[in-house]
């Protein structure tokens, strides 16, 4: 008796060995790495979204492939985008997203909910808004890599090493949207000389969920210095008739605030750290004035820039993309009012400081 | 001293630990979220009230019960509360054991459900849960805890989680602290309260322990301290990365929280975590679900408790299967809380001074 | 005569190869500058007088300590320059040796920033070698002087590499031999001398020389005449290829050197040399700070040095953290060379005046 038992028992746990018998396999899978949302051409009121995704193949004739549909949101646009090919799709290891930049002006926390709801979307997924269409953005061929999205993640990376460009992911732009006192920004792309070059080197700022402007050359940089991301990339000057470029090599920020007679005093200290990698007006620099002396010029040119990209900020823009409201917030927080900080903000009187640091001359003196 | 219990012994240590797994469990998992919404970016501060608390409570619990080494439980509440008053409390402490396993069990297949098998079904997912339960409590007390103390190193690597979004966070997240106002904090030590949930079953197993001339008390609180400084870093932790306002929209911040940033070699770091957190949920059900039989032995003196771990079994997996989706099983663990609260706050309490007055009937009799 | 002396020995072999790797350090890199900054083509004449000059010196200071085999450096200034003042110059030396082993880790590391690892920051590559040099000098003397036997053969491809650019380089840049004239000539010997720096670490070792009955006086000599020459054919190297007026414009000319040319099988030989020039600092700084060290050990009278060894390395590396950039860099080096004119030039000859007097008073004493 007990050994029909056991036999049963052994029968019944060798049946869960079956239990894969409907998996999906890795390759089975159509796993999408770029997700592009336009404005549809022909539908004003109708998103246009794109999907690109490696074709795994091996006798596919292209590599790599792009789908495209005509959808009020996201979660149809699945549904569509399903019905057009022969896998089930997984969202689940989307690199990039990018949204045009009519769609980002309209707001985009309507797609992000699909995104957000789903437990396996993840949130390291990279965002961007393309100055263009998204879709042609996602169907061009870069000549130096096979996937158009991994071409702007690895782009994304490196501007972001360079001190250009924030890396805004699902869950950075989730937090910046629903803190108080901090607006949202992401990376956003250009195109270069042509069309079949990209240039991600500037900054899309957000109100809410909506874009309302972008920062370009100096002032995407002195953005990134403002918010404390400093690392490295190149930063050239033009000082005394000639260029002088420096390394950055990392450095931080510090804020403090202060309330003065009801008006709201921020004091912001930058620390730059760098190597001198130009100076064309003078060759010899190897003493400890010269030095002293180029550091107190290029602290008010930085001065200038940082200054010229708040003013942007404080008084055309009124929208603080910086995040100085959530030191605000910890510091006072019977002034802080969170609904209306950013007029707070334009309001506030900011007193930027940088300071440079020269590191190293390099191998002349 | 051992083998003087029907049951099977407990040491001291191992008391210990089954506190520790039993008070690490299904709260973990959206303890900032639920705190935070009472007390914003000062929840850390409450979940620390409450862990204070507790282990005052638990003083009292241990200081009582250790009154009567000789008594289980249902004798030392019969004797304090009187008989009939003592069955009814027991009886109804089985319920509500049974009651939290099947809340957990079903919290626990809700969660493998929603991140790693969304095709299986959860009455499969329950089935499998409640007999891996009823396996390891079926020899006893002596068994269920040397489970624990294997799976009690599980909690080291779920410890150094916590500070994997450490680089993400920014502390300007948790200030200004103590600006939530302290009443918003004291309300906020009621959702981390159910969080902390379990600290009631030292009644029922205390009398289990061999070596009752260990410091019982100190490692009780010791074990409640070790778990308060858990949930407060992980709260801290949490909301530092998240901020009083985001992490509102999070269901399960305790995992959202890992897969919001690139880990390298692990991919999906979110999954890893998983695999700790099963475990230590699997523990807590086999904690809960022993004290009730445990209890429902003592109501029928019955010579073992797998008798009764059989019996439960379908009641506690068909009770788990009860609710329809995510939303009413978080209400039926609310409303499972509640009663928590008498088994938590007010038994211990009731029992102290109901020792206190007996105490000195017997004094004064004595003296007569 | 070993284990006579509280702490290591050294063979006088040992003794010769420490003067060896010291003189060879830091200054190598810019020595080629820095001379013919002053002295134009005829750096290298200025280079091989200075040569000359210091193994006079060095006879001076091997013949006065030679007359004290049982002293140490405490002991015999003590008694040459009187208590007060030997001990004053005693902490005066100790303060020095760790000024220069900070310097000269700051140069090491700041060359690794330039070269090697340009993302590191600085103070962990300065952590790394304070630790090296303290794991170095921790068991005392004799393993220092070991380690310093084993990396002298790394100065031989060291000497080779100067013959890399020959090939590109041209004599003409060094003519008109003595153009620049005799006093530019004698004034360039001053840059040259700093780079020399170290040879009165003499004055701390020879009182751990074991084998005193060798011709120590004559192992010095040779020693620092290897480095003249050494040095002499890397100036006139440098500048046959650079001539006087381009090696204003490079801030380190030794590696830069090797950058010119096309090495086969050597893609980078510059990177190549640093490997070499690493551990040829590494020594010198190691042997510096034993100086230091020893000299504290000698003031206190301890049993080891060892305590002096880990007292000394935090402050070590917070003074090698002090400069802020390059420039500071050269200015706190340029600083420190010229203590070094009191301990490398004064010292010896008041010892050498001191010594003739008060032997001579000891004369008249054994007369009397």
């Avoid at chain 1, 239990?19 to 390759?27: H, I, N, P, R, S």
């Avoid at chain 3, 620092?224 to 006087?244: D, E, N, R, W």
């Amino acid at each position: 008796m007990k050994k029909i038992v056991k036999v049963f028992v052994l029968l019944i746990l060798i049946s869960s060995l079956a239990g894969c018998w409907d998996a999906t396999d890795l390759e089975e899978l159509l796993i999408v790495y770029g997700l592009g949302i336009d404005i549809s051409n022909d539908n004003p009121d109708q998103y246009f979204f794109t999907i690109g995704f490696p074709t795994i193949i091996p006798e596919a004739p292209e590599k790599k492939h792009e789908f495209s549909t005509e959808a009020p949101s996201l979660g149809r646009a699945k549904n569509n985008l399903q019905q057009k090919v022969y896998r089930q799709i997984s969202y689940d290891n989307i690199r990039v997203i990018i949204f045009s930049e009519e769609v980002a002006k309209q707001g985009i926390m309507v797609h992000i909910d699909s995104m957000l709801r789903e437990p396996l979307f993840r949130g390291t997924t990279r965002f961007a808004v393309a100055i263009d269409r998204a879709v042609d953005m996602l169907t061009m061929e870069p000549p130096v890599s096979l996937f158009i999205s991994t071409f702007l993640f690895d782009s994304i990376e490196q501007n972001y090493e360079a001190t250009l460009v924030p890396i805004t992911t699902l869950r950075n732009f989730s937090h910046e949207y629903y803190a108080d006192g901090i607006e949202p920004a992401m990376p956003f792309i250009c195109y270069g000389a042509d069309k079949t070059e990209l240039n991600v080197g500037c900054v899309a700022l957000f109100q809410g969920d909506k874009m309302i402007e972008y920062f370009s050359g100096d002032n995407s940089r002195a953005f990134m210095l403002l918010r404390g991301e400093i690392h490295g990339g190149i930063y050239t000057f033009e000082l005394m008739d000639g260029f002088v470029s420096i390394n950055l090599k990392g450095g931080s920020g510090k804020i403090k605030t202060e309330l003065i007679n009801g008006e709201l005093h921020i004091y912001h200290d930058i620390f730059i750290n760098c190597v001198l990698s130009e100076h064309t007006p003078k060759h010899e620099m190897l003493s400890a004035n010269s030095i002293k002396a180029l550091e107190t010029q290029l602290e008010e040119k930085i001065k200038k820039s940082l200054r010229n990209a708040l003013d942007i900020l404080q008084n055309e823009l009124k929208n603080d993309n910086i995040g100085y409201g959530k030191y605000v917030k910890a510091n006072h927080p019977e002034y802080f009012d969170g609904e209306s900080w950013n007029d707070q903000f334009a309001k506030a009187i900011i007193h930027v400081n940088p300071t440079v640091r020269i590191r190293a001359l390099g191998v002349t003196p | 001293m051992y083998q003087k219990y029907r049951n099977g012994e407990i040491s001291a240590i191992q008391l210990h630990i089954l506190i520790i797994s039993f008070l690490i469990c299904a709260g973990v998992l959206d303890l900032s979220r639920l705190v935070g919404a009472v007390s914003q970016q000062d929840a850390w501060i409450s979940v620390f009230i409450n862990g204070l608390f507790i282990s005052f409570i638990m003083i009292i619990i241990v200081y009582t019960i250790s009154r009567f080494p000789q008594y289980n439980f249902l004798q030392y509440i019969s004797y304090l509360l009187g008989k009939p008053l003592g069955y009814l409390v027991a009886i109804s402490y089985c319920f509500y054991a049974a009651l939290v396993t099947a809340t957990i069990i079903r919290l626990l297949s809700e969660m493998i459900y929603t991140w790693l098998l969304p095709n299986t079904s959860i009455y499969i997912l329950n089935f499998i849960i409640v007999i891996t339960a009823l396996y390891m409590i079926r020899n006893g007390l002596t068994v269920l805890a040397r489970f624990n103390e294997v799976i009690v190193f599980m909690l080291i690597p779920f410890f150094v989680l916590i500070f994997v979004g450490l680089p993400e966070a920014s502390l300007i997240n948790l200030r200004p602290i103590g600006g939530a106002g302290i009443v918003n904090i004291l309300k906020g030590v009621v959702p981390s309260f159910f969080a902390f949930g379990g600290s009631e079953i030292v009644l029922v197993y205390y009398p289990y322990i061999s070596d009752k001339q260990k410091p019982i008390m100190k490692y009780s609180v010791i074990s409640i301290m070790l778990v308060t400084a858990f949930y407060t870093a992980l709260v801290i932790s949490q909301m530092a990365f998240y901020g009083p306002q985001e992490i509102q929209q999070v269901l399960y911040p305790s995992i959202s929280y890992l897969s919001a940033s690139i880990f390298p070699v692990i991919e999906r770091l979110e999954l890893f975590f998983t695999i700790f957190w099963i475990f230590t949920v699997l523990a807590t059900i086999g904690i809960q679900y022993l004290a009730s039989c445990i209890v429902l032995q003592n109501i029928f003196v019955a010579k073992k408790t797998s008798f009764f771990a059989y019996i439960l079994a379908p009641v506690i997996y068909l009770l788990s299967l009860y609710p329809q989706n995510t939303a009413e099983v978080v209400d039926f663990g609310d409303t499972i809380g509640k009663i928590y609260t008498f088994y938590g706050l007010a038994l211990p309490l009731l029992l102290l001074i109901m020792y206190f007055i007996k105490e000195k009937k017997s004094i004064d009799k004595k003296n007569s | 005569m070993y284990q006579k002396y509280k702490n290591g020995e050294i063979s006088a072999v040992q003794s010769f190869i420490i003067i060896l790797s010291m003189s060879i350090g830091a200054g190598v890199l810019g020595l080629a500058r820095v001379v013919s900054e002053v002295s134009q083509q005829d750096a290298w004449i200025s280079v091989f007088i200075n040569g000359l000059f210091i193994s006079f010196i060095m006879i001076v200071i091997v013949y006065t300590i030679s007359r004290f085999p049982q002293y140490n450096f405490l002991q015999y200034t003590s008694y040459l320059l009187s208590k007060p003042l030997g001990y004053l110059v005693s902490i005066a030396y100790s303060v020095y040796a760790v000024l220069v082993a900070a310097v000269v880790i700051r140069f090491l590391s700041e060359m690794v920033y330039t070269w090697l690892l340009p993302n590191t920051p600085i103070y962990i590559a300065n952590f790394i070698i304070v630790i090296t040099v303290v794991y170095m000098n921790k068991s005392g003397i004799t393993a220092l002087a070991r380690f310093a036997e084993a990396l002298a053969f790394l100065l031989v491809p060291f000497a080779l590499l100067i013959f890399v650019g020959l090939p590109e380089a041209s004599f003409i840049n060094l003519r008109p031999i003595g153009g620049s004239g005799l006093v530019p000539i004698l004034k360039g010997t001053i840059p040259s001398f700093f780079s020399f720096a170290g040879y009165e670490a003499l004055l701390v070792y020879y009182p751990y020389v074991s084998d005193k009955q060798r011709p120590i006086m004559k192992y010095s000599v040779s020693a620092l005449l290897m480095i003249t020459i050494f040095y002499t054919a890397a100036v006139a190297a440098q500048i046959a290829l650079y001539g006087p007026q381009e090696i204003q414009q490079v801030l380190y000319p030794s590696i830069n050197y090797l950058t010119a040319v096309d090495f086969p099988i050597i893609e980078r030989t510059e990177i190549f040399f640093t490997i070499f020039w690493t551990f040829t600092v590494l020594v010198t700084v190691g042997i510096q700070y034993m100086a230091g060290c020893i000299v504290l050990q000698n003031i206190f009278v301890t049993r080891k040095t060892s305590f002096f060894v880990y007292l000394l390395s935090p402050v070590v590396y917070l003074l090698s953290l002090y400069p802020q950039n390059t420039a500071e860099v050269v200015d706190y080096g340029d600083k420190v060379g010229k203590l070094n004119i009191f301990f490398g030039l004064l010292l010896p000859f008041i010892l050498f005046i001191m010594y003739f007097i008060k032997g001579r008073k000891n004369h008249y004493e054994e007369n009397s």
